[in-house]
């Protein structure tokens, strides 16, 4: 196995959002996760590891016994997260509210870390809010505020277009570094494709669709800002995509999308769902599905996946 498939247990515990200590815990008790020693003696792990620990972390604290899921594979998770998925009542697919400290009070927190550029500080705040309340959560009730309220402070004067681009940065790369090993993972999900139109340059909302998609099960394409829409569309037919998720600011030309966003749902097949979301989306094209809050957009996979 080659080193840069292989992580230190402090790494898999933030990708796969469980303490250290329950990860030795986990290890000792049950054989999982199994490390890899390197020919300088250090213990390391596979990165594949962390969508699947991930699952089950989810499906333990949803009620089953961690000796149970554990043991299992990942398709063998996949299908009991499924089986859990059907039998759930819809509203058990929104995100749990944030019971112990106010949305408010923890924005606050990440703004004064963005302020003093602690980019370290503010990227353990993220982490752990992920661990605790979950990527759908974290995204609805968190990290969407967060943009906002960088975006008010940075227009107020508040803090610098520097520090704004720290913390919009720290955001993005927190993202990117969850979703990428749990997408990797999900090798039966329905292919997805992610991308901003061209012209748009904003992807932190496309970010935490990846993540809120990758923690439901999808596989993901993602194109990231200012894809001609001939490219998407060609993407989306290639891998027989479920839908393409496109995500509009409100920075960009409203028209220009709008336009885009007509070709692009008049390029792809019927069975292709397109959903768009952001300040930017249009309200009046025909077959799109805009969404306002990713729990909508995990809501929606869960549905197809039932379906199918």
């Given at each position: 196995?080659?080193q840069t498939t292989v992580?230190?247990?402090?790494?898999?515990?933030?990708?796969?959002?469980?303490?250290?200590?329950?990860?030795?815990?986990?290890?000792?008790?049950?054989?999982?996760?199994?490390?890899i020693r390197l020919p300088?003696?250090?213990?390391?792990?596979?990165?594949?590891?962390?969508?699947?620990?991930?699952?089950?972390?989810?499906?333990?604290?949803?009620?089953?016994?961690?000796?149970?899921?554990?043991?299992?594979?990942?398709?063998?998770?996949?299908?009991?997260?499924?089986?859990?998925?059907?039998?759930?009542?819809?509203?058990?697919?929104?995100?749990?509210?944030?019971?112990?400290?106010?949305?408010?009070?923890?924005?606050?927190?990440?703004?004064?870390?963005?302020?003093?550029?602690?980019?370290?500080?503010?990227?353990?705040?993220?982490?752990?809010?992920?661990?605790?309340?979950?990527?759908?959560?974290?995204?609805?009730?968190?990290?969407?505020?967060?943009?906002?309220?960088?975006?008010?402070?940075?227009?107020?004067?508040?803090?610098?277009?520097?520090?704004?681009?720290?913390?919009?940065?720290?955001?993005?790369?927190?993202?990117?570094?969850?979703?990428?090993?749990?997408?990797?993972?999900?090798?039966?999900?329905?292919?997805?494709?992610?991308?901003?139109?061209?012209?748009?340059?904003?992807?932190?909302?496309?970010?935490?669709?990846?993540?809120?998609?990758?923690?439901?099960?999808?596989?993901?394409?993602y194109c990231g800002a200012?894809?001609?829409?001939?490219?998407?569309?060609?993407?989306?037919?290639?891998?027989?995509?479920?839908?393409?998720?496109?995500?509009?600011?409100?920075?960009?030309?409203?028209?220009?999308?709008?336009?885009?966003?007509?070709?692009?749902?008049?390029?792809?097949?019927?069975?292709?769902?397109?959903?768009?979301?952001?300040?930017?989306?249009?309200?009046?094209?025909?077959?799109?599905?805009?969404?306002?809050?990713?729990?909508?957009?995990?809501?929606?996979?869960?549905?197809?996946?039932?379906?199918?």
């Open positions: 196995m080659e992580i230190a247990i402090g790494k898999l515990a933030a990708l796969a959002g469980v303490p250290v200590e329950t990860l030795r815990t986990w290890e000792r008790r049950y054989g999982v996760p199994v490390a300088s003696g250090h213990r390391r792990y596979s990165l594949a590891l962390a969508g699947q620990l991930q699952l089950c972390k989810r499906l333990i604290d949803a009620g089953h016994r961690p000796g149970e899921v554990l043991s299992l594979g990942l398709p063998a998770l996949r299908a009991l997260q499924e089986r859990e998925a059907r039998s759930a009542p819809p509203s058990t697919l929104q995100p749990a509210p944030i019971p112990d400290v106010s949305a408010r009070q923890r924005l606050e927190e990440w703004l004064e870390l963005a302020r003093s550029l602690d980019v370290e500080g503010l990227g353990n705040a993220m982490n752990g809010a992920w661990q605790r309340y979950g990527a759908v959560a974290f995204a609805d009730a968190l990290a969407g505020p967060y943009l906002r309220a960088v975006g008010d402070a940075w227009a107020a004067g508040v803090i610098s277009v520097g520090e704004e681009h720290a913390a919009s940065e720290r955001l993005r790369d927190f993202c990117a570094s969850q979703w990428r090993p749990l997408a990797a993972g999900n090798a039966d999900g329905p292919w997805v494709v992610l991308a901003a139109l061209a012209g748009e340059r904003h992807q932190l909302g496309l970010q935490l669709a990846a993540a809120t998609l990758a923690v439901s099960g999808a596989r993901l394409v200012d894809t001609p829409t001939a490219e998407i569309a060609g993407i989306a037919k290639r891998k027989s995509a479920l839908a393409v998720v496109i995500s509009a600011s409100g920075c960009g030309d409203r028209a220009a999308a709008r336009d885009a966003l007509v070709a692009l749902r008049a390029l792809l097949p019927e069975q292709c769902a397109v959903i768009v979301g952001g300040d930017g989306a249009p309200s009046d094209v025909d077959g799109l599905l805009r969404m306002t809050a990713f729990s909508q957009l995990a809501a929606w996979l869960a549905g197809q996946r039932q379906e199918s």
